[in-house]
């Protein structure tokens, strides 16, 4: 099946109609029919595209000057030989009815942008042309509304072709429609669509629908089950998952570009003639990326060789800001990574990997934003291992996406479990990637180990991390398949997860990752009876382990005790593979954590970890931080000049925080969890630890130690942590007097916390 047998098809059918309409014209008017009739082929027969079971698709237009009754006569004489060898759908109009047809009919407008003359009066069907194509244009705003319309409630009825067991190759999202929706889209002169992306999908997926017709023997465009291996051996493919592999891949390539067109039409659309209706706004937003007509772009004089991890953060970036990335700057990214521009060490520097997991970790957001680097094939530049898994099709009814979209869904459900457990980067990363060993022969988890431990080495992760992840790969579907068929209550069935699960922490990480695998299955494989059963299995395990780790108070080294003795502020700076390193020791106060995380903050300065002790009077502080786009030079005297000024009156600090929260929030944002705070009162002996989870936002510490030191009790030593866009900051606390919290004081201090990073 190929174009080339369509196109003959059709242009047999050109012949046989061309031969009736001439017998006809005979028959009832003889010659002069030429001149006041015409035969036209519109839709999809206009396009040369006839399958085996399409309807003839055709258009009578007459000048108006033949009686009706004649009229009749001679439409019906060239129909009858029609109705027992080939379905019709047949219309009589004069160019004046084709108009106000075409003016009230989406369908029966966009049906005439493909019309082609077949017999009769050449210039009927030209004029007819015009004016469609004309009107098309002219109307374009309101035809583009009524057509996006109709596809929204086509989509809602007929689901995702790319992700539906038994999909309609026509109606369904991703499918034929689209494709001629984008065709018309095109036509209307608004925005430019790259049609050329699509033609190995459209290809494919007229294949699939022609074959389906010969197998079935009908005219149907439902790909039902019991006819796949039918179909797939008539375009010889080796089985059903090979074919409807590239079903789903053409179905994505389609709804990809469709996507970005409506993007488009929104944000650069142009008038009738030809001026461009919305101005781009260009706002710097990370290092070498910005947001323009409401999407984000790679700075245009941005070398990748220089700064190959700019492709990331421009993703990462794009996902935390709920915009899509920039339809060129994917291609230009994508052909600068084939010819080896911007090429990542192995291993990746922090900054790849902190960024990989913050586009992991944008929830809903991240599918659009994956889904570009898939179509772009940038994703298999990054990680070679996903091309396996690409469009892998999931034939049973639990799964209802492909193997590497369950992986995707999987993330975004995880990205709501992140303030559940101590360590949010390897569960969005185990979640995204827990899946990745399907395809082959052998157990999909015992090969998921093999796969994930080369990608996750290459990615930045140590060994201890590493390990981890290997767990959760082995061991993902082991929460659930023994909390639905063991007995709980049998204390065998609980030393079976101790055996092989090391400790709560990485209990906590496969209960979530449990969770979000479920979801992202559907409702088929996960539900609240089954999450009961799960959750109560891990608490059973739980009191059977220790209690769950908390980050330790950090050393100090004896150079800092030192400095420390002599109650003087020390601010050094060096440079860091994140940015800085910068250490300050300080006279104590109450909010010297806030003051100096603010310093940080008015100076553009992005903090990405933290470690703090207080030593006597002093207090020894040591910051990872990281410039912003544009950041004004930094040095340790600017900084010590700062701080100092800041310890003395800290009212022009706030002030400058407030206006900048102020301008970050006219940024667009995601949705994102509420933060978490917990209390642990018996991990250290002469301190209560307090642990806050958030999602990471300029000045996230301020505030903390704001909310601190408002309920009038010391920070002696805390511990912050960036790990992609989550932030996890631990606080050991006592009262002013000395000594750890009462569970009633500690309560209220979490309490405040809460309601301060609202």
């Not at 698709?57 to 109705?83: C, M, Q, R, T």
């Not at 059903?240 to 570009?257: C, F, I, W």
């Not at 369950?406 to 827990?434: G, I, N, S």
């Amino acid at each position: 099946m190929s174009t080339r047998e369509r196109r003959e098809r059709s242009n047999e059918s050109d012949r046989f109609l061309s031969q009736l309409f001439h017998d006809a014209a005979h028959l009832h008017g003889g010659a002069n029919w030429g001149k006041e009739i015409a035969l036209a082929a519109v839709g999809g027969y206009g396009r040369g595209e006839l399958s085996p079971g399409s309807d003839l698709d055709i258009l009578f237009i007459h000048s108006g000057k033949v009686p009706a009754e004649l009229l009749k006569a001679f439409v019906n004489g060239l129909l009858y030989p029609l109705w027992d060898k080939k379905s019709v759908d047949h219309s009589v109009r004069t160019r004046g009815e084709t108009r106000e047809a075409a003016s009230s009919d989406l369908r029966v407008a966009t049906g005439l942008l493909d019309i082609r003359w077949i017999a009769g009066n050449v210039d009927l069907v030209a004029s007819v042309q015009l004016d469609a194509l004309d009107s098309w244009r002219k109307n374009s705003k309101q035809n583009l509304a009524d057509l996006q319309k109709n596809l929204i409630e086509r989509h809602a009825r007929a689901g995702e072709l790319a992700y539906l067991l038994e999909p309609d190759l026509k109606e369904a999202r991703g499918g034929l429609r689209d494709i001629q929706a984008l065709r018309a889209i095109s036509l209307s002169a608004v925005v430019p669509v790259p049609l050329e992306k699509i033609s190995w999908a459209e290809g494919t997926l007229n294949n699939v629908r022609e074959s389906l017709h010969i197998a079935s023997g009908r005219g149907k465009d439902r790909l039902l089950f019991q006819e796949q291996d039918k179909v797939a051996a008539l375009l010889e493919y080796p089985d059903a998952d090979a074919m409807m592999s590239d079903v789903a891949r053409a179905a994505r390539s389609v709804d990809y570009l469709l996507d970005y067109t409506w993007h488009w039409l929104e944000h650069k659309g142009k008038d009738g003639l030809g001026r461009i209706l919305k101005r781009p706004r260009i706002t710097t937003v990370a290092k070498n990326v910005s947001a323009s007509n409401r999407e984000i772009v790679i700075d245009p004089l941005t070398s990748l060789n220089d700064d190959p991890v700019v492709g990331l953060r421009a993703a990462a970036t794009a996902a935390q800001l709920g915009l899509p990335l920039s339809l060129d700057t994917c291609i230009e990214l994508s052909e600068n990574l084939k010819k080896g521009d911007g090429i990542l060490p192995s291993p990746w520097p922090r900054e790849a990997r902190e960024l990989l997991i913050s586009l992991i970790g944008a929830g809903e957001a991240m599918v659009r934003i994956f889904e570009s680097l898939d179509q772009e094939e940038i994703i298999f530049e990054w990680i070679p291992e996903w091309m396996s898994v690409r469009s892998l099709p999931q034939r049973n009814a639990l799964h209802r996406h492909t193997v590497d979209r369950h992986m995707v869904e999987a993330a975004v459900h995880a990205a709501k479990l992140t303030r559940k457990v101590q360590r949010p980067d390897l569960l969005l990363f185990a979640a995204l990637f827990h899946d990745i060993g399907k395809g082959g022969q052998e157990d999909h988890c015992v090969r998921g180990v093999r796969l994930i431990e080369p990608i996750a080495k290459r990615v930045g992760f140590d060994e201890k991390e590493i390990e981890i992840l290997k767990d959760l790969v082995l061991h993902h579907l082991l929460l659930s398949s023994t909390a639905t068929r063991r007995d709980l209550d049998d204390p065998a069935t609980i030393q079976s997860i101790v055996s092989v699960i090391p400790d709560v922490n990485t209990l906590e990480l496969l209960h979530a990752l449990s969770i979000a695998d479920g979801e992202a299955t559907g409702s088929a494989g996960w539900s609240e009876w089954k999450a009961t059963l799960v959750n109560d299995l891990v608490q059973r395990v739980k009191r059977a382990m220790a209690g769950a780790e908390v980050a330790q108070q950090p050393e100090v080294s004896d150079e800092q005790r030192v400095q420390a003795e002599k109650g003087q502020l020390r601010v050094t700076l060096q440079e860091h593979s994140s940015g800085y390193a910068v250490e300050v020791i300080s006279p104590d106060k109450p909010g010297l954590l806030s003051i100096v995380a603010g310093v940080f903050n008015i100076s553009r300065l992005d903090v990405k970890s933290a470690r703090t002790k207080t030593l006597g009077e002093s207090a020894v502080m040591y910051w990872i931080v990281t410039p912003e786009p544009h950041a004004p030079e930094v040095s340790a005297t600017k900084l010590h000049d700062l701080i100092a000024a800041a310890l003395t009156d800290s009212k022009d600090v706030e002030e400058k925080l407030i206006a900048r929260a102020a301008a970050y929030a006219s940024i667009p944002s995601i949705p994102v969890p509420d933060p978490e705070v917990e209390i642990f009162t018996d991990a250290a002996t002469d301190a209560t630890v307090i642990e806050v989870r958030s999602h990471d936002r300029p000045g996230l510490l301020f505030r903390i130690g704001t909310a601190i030191t408002q309920s009038k009790i010391d920070i002696r030593s805390a511990i912050v942590t960036t790990l992609g866009a989550e932030a996890i900051d631990t606080l050991y606390v006592t009262e002013l007097t000395g000594g750890p919290l009462s569970s009633e004081r500690a309560n209220e201090v979490a309490s405040h916390l809460k309601q301060a990073l609202k």
